[in-house]
């Protein structure tokens, strides 16, 4: 097997496993209880969250555990919401490709009052400093943009967009869930504000994640009960889980440099061989993206046959956000970057990392053209593109 979907989940690290195996064996106990076998679990915890503070430049106690990035997103967006409403400003900045969980969680804040205006994103899948400047208006609470595009692989300038909302005294959150352990992330030196983070997206286990929230910047509980988590996030932690993702991250960031060139030369080779199929299309900024993105669409080809067929072959793709995998509406993201629903529905992404090989590279190149092929060859429209009687898009 092939495995080209890391984008979608990763397969988890050794350093990850071995962790959560010791945990579940030694550190079993409640943190939140007083007596030696909660205290000692309570250390592990408070050790995770010092180790991936570190990992993003941030203070311990700026971190709350969260059970995914979509719970952290949730939590950022409607602390920054209520804060935003107690000080008479309703206005929210985002873009058009986010992730559901920004974009749905933005939904439900309009249906309470709130404006929610979305910043387009143009044909490489970017927003600039320049357009969050232009769009901030006196009554903005919150600017939320992603730090890379999970389906297309843009990279935002993050960096320059936190100083813009700094300098406007607006807050900053940032989806980091395809970032993180890929990229380089200073919170203090890029003025984040807030931050989502999840494990499985750099080889640690599913069910954990983290909301970064600078100090001074009043979080509202999304769950209700205990006092766990500072009294931020209710639910008794998931020690092994968290110290899984500790290691995890510990691990992908001390290995970033290097990996990030293998993964990026793998990524551009496949690339390379893609784009020589005919009437193809990269999708996202073709230099500023993630080191393992590739995206294309292939036009006359639906995705959903492509990714069955090559996965007759052995190669594990995606044909856009496994959270949206079972609808059958195009990706709102091929959209935004104006893609049409015709070449959009023919959509494929293979997401790379430092486990793959340049023989992988080989085999894709080698299952794509040749499934691209068979596919149009059975499409009554390819005909007719061919034909003449239909326009090429691509």
Known sequence: MIYADNAATTRMSRAAIDAMLACMEDN??????LYGAGQRANEALQDARERIAACIGASPKELTFTSSGSEADNQALISAARLGERRGRRHILSTAFE????LHTLKKLEREGFEVELLLVGEKGTVTAQQVAAAIREDTCLVTAMYANNEVGSVLPVGEIGAVCRARGVLFHTDAVQAAGHLPIQVEKQNIDLLSLSAHKFHGPKGAGA???RQGVPLVNVIEGGAQERGK???????????GMAAALE??????????EKVSALRDRLIAGLSRIPHCGLNGDPVNRLPGNVNFCFEGVEGESLLLLLDDRGICASSGSACTSGSLDPSHVLLAIGRPHEVAHGSLRLSLCAENTEEDV??????????VAYLRDMSPLWKDKISGKRAFVL
């Open 233 to 243: 996030r209710a639910g008794t932690e998931n020690v092994p889980a968290i110290v």
């Open 211 to 213: 909301l970064y929230a």
């Open 251 to 260: 691990e992908a960031c001390a290995h970033m440099e290097e990996n990030a």
């Open 28 to 33: 079993w106990g409640n943190p939140s209880s």
């Open 99 to 102: 992730h559901h969980a920004v």
């Open 362 to 371: 080989d085999a894709i190149l080698r299952a794509v053209p040749e499934v």
